[in-house]
């Protein structure tokens, strides 16, 4: 119930692409569900996130697309370039104050130039 | 905007002393902390939540006695590996649940 699926564990993509990254969740009582950048020795960055009222948030090249009924989300990166290869974590946090992220594995994302 | 400062940002030990790793929140006030241990390759696991003037809150496994967790002022906790072994090596990450933005930039600790 506390977990969090994420897929693929890799993926290749070539300059110019879409990059897609799913995740799924089993407990209702989520409602923040953010997605993380990460660079090798760096601590995770905030990328974008959503709230269970939002089927869509749009930031740039990055769209989250939230499905409620089918507890899962992703993460879309338009025009994939090669400084987006970095590991991504999906997340989400139970709707009480003060509790802590529970994160997807992680998707290691290679764009090839 | 609000900042989550970690440090060091590595260390590298002998097997058996102590390491302390420190986290500090800038320009707001955190009156909880998350401490995160990540594996090369792996994902992110909570191993325990700091509370000002508290004491800890330790995930199921996470040994208390070796992972010394305070929380002694709104801007600063700390973390100490105590008897370190091998193992322990790992990257070591604070955040503040006021907005999930905030997480430090990580220690990354080699035992050896």
């Not at chain 2, 790793?21 to 009156?31: G, K, M, N, P, V």
């Not at chain 2, 696991?45 to 330790?58: I, P, R």
């Not at chain 2, 700390?78 to 790992?90: F, G, N, R």
Request: glycine share 6%; net charge positive; proline share 4%.
């Amino acid at each position: 119930q506390q977990q969090v699926k994420q897929s693929p564990q890799s993926l290749i993509v070539q300059k110019g692409g879409i990059s897609i990254i799913n995740c799924a969740y089993e407990n209702t009582a989520f409602d923040y569900f953010p997605w993380y950048q990460q660079f090798p020795g760096k601590g995770p960055a905030l990328l974008i996130a959503i709230r269970p009222d939002v089927s869509e948030k749009k930031e740039g090249r990055f769209t989250i697309s939230f499905n409620k009924s089918a507890k899962q989300f992703s993460l879309h990166i338009m025009d994939s370039q090669p400084g987006d290869s970095a590991t991504y974590f999906c997340a989400a946090r139970l709707n009480q104050a003060g509790t802590a992220l529970i994160f997807g594995k992680g998707t290691t994302l290679s764009v090839s130039s | 905007g609000a900042v989550v400062s970690q440090h060091p940002s590595w260390v590298i030990c002998k097997s058996g002393t102590s390491v302390k790793i420190e986290c500090r929140s800038l320009d707001f006030q955190a009156t909880t902390m998350f401490w995160y241990r990540q594996f090369p390759k792996q994902s992110l696991m909570l191993m325990a939540t700091s509370n000002e003037g508290s004491k800890a809150t330790y995930e199921q496994g996470v040994e208390k006695d070796k992972f010394l967790i305070n929380h002694a002022s709104l801007t600063l906790s700390t973390l100490t590996v105590t008897s370190a072994h091998p193992e322990d090596s790992s990257f070591y990450i604070c955040s503040a649940p006021e907005t999930e933005a905030f997480f430090g930039q990580g220690t990354r600790l080699t035992v050896v």
